[in-house]
T-cell receptor, first 116, second 115 residues
Framework: GAGVSQTPSNKVTEKGKYVELRCDPI?????LYWYRQSLGQGPEFLIY????????DSGLPNDRFFAVRPEGSVSTLKIQRTERGDSAVYLC??????????????FGPGTRLTVL | AQKVTQAQTEISVVEKEDVTLDCVYE???????LFWYKQPPSGELVFLIR??????QNEISGRYSWNFQKSTSSFNFTITASQVVDSAVYFC????????????FGKGTMLLVSP
């Protein structure tokens, strides 16, 4: 079956611009996670959704970052007034649901964001 | 707060050597889960193993084995008879014992296996 897909794979933008990153999780997966991976670092949690609602957004760095998942499937991560420090790979993951503890998170290929 | 430390930034071995990747974690939770993921040059994270804190038995899967030592808060990963295809960045991660729990990753260890 299809895995987690993310579009675009690469995004180059100028400082101050607005960007949207899309994640299409595995069909039927109820939980969706966004992580950010800077060069040479491990992924860092940003936000996760249970269904349509953001269950935990404690990892969002500031109010320029926002994410939605209006129909409980596809999610969009939105970044306003981008800064050079936002440059990173943005990863999306999904899980089927609880099964005796946290399940395996299936990751997408990521979107590499470069802010010039 | 949860924390994962992977002290080895990069390891280089020659094919067929055994190699161990270290992972030390910190958590105040009494129950938790530990994971290992592989990130090949293509970039996509690949799940390798999930282990809960209730079970301290070591696990073997083919050339891969994992040593969980709760007393030293370590969850080390050994690859036996390494192969060039094992070259990747390996991440250890920690999560709370909850159905929908986020992962706290270490910084990763880059493994380079040369022919």
């Amino acid at each position: 079956g299809a895995g987690v897909s993310q579009t675009p794979s690469n995004k180059v933008t100028e400082k101050g611009k607005y960007v949207e990153l899309r994640c299409d999780p595995i069909s039927g997966h109820t939980a969706l996670y966004w992580y950010r991976q800077s060069l040479g670092q491990g992924p860092e949690f940003l936000i996760y959704f249970q269904g349509t609602g953001a269950a935990d957004d404690s990892g969002l760095p500031n109010d320029r970052f926002f994410a939605v998942r209006p129909e409980g499937s596809v999610s969009t991560l939105k970044i306003q007034r981008t800064e050079r420090g936002d440059s990173a790979v943005y990863l999306c993951a999904s899980t089927l649901g609880p099964a005796g503890g946290p399940g395996e998170q299936f990751f997408g290929p990521g979107t590499r964001l470069t802010v010039l | 707060a949860q924390k994962v430390t992977q002290a080895q930034t990069e390891i280089s071995v020659v094919e067929k050597e055994d190699v161990t990747l270290d992972c030390v974690y910190e958590t105040r939770d009494t129950t938790y889960y530990l994971f290992w993921y592989k990130q090949p040059p293509s970039g996509e994270l690949v799940f390798l193993i999930r282990r809960n804190s209730f079970d301290e038995q070591n696990e073997i899967s083919g050339r891969y084995s994992w040593n969980f030592q709760k007393s030293t808060s370590s969850f080390n990963f050994t690859i036996t008879a390494s192969q060039v295809v094992d070259s990747a960045v390996y991440f250890c991660a920690l999560s709370r014992n909850s159905g929908y729990s986020t992962l706290t990753f270490g910084k990763g260890t880059m493994l380079l296996v040369s022919p």
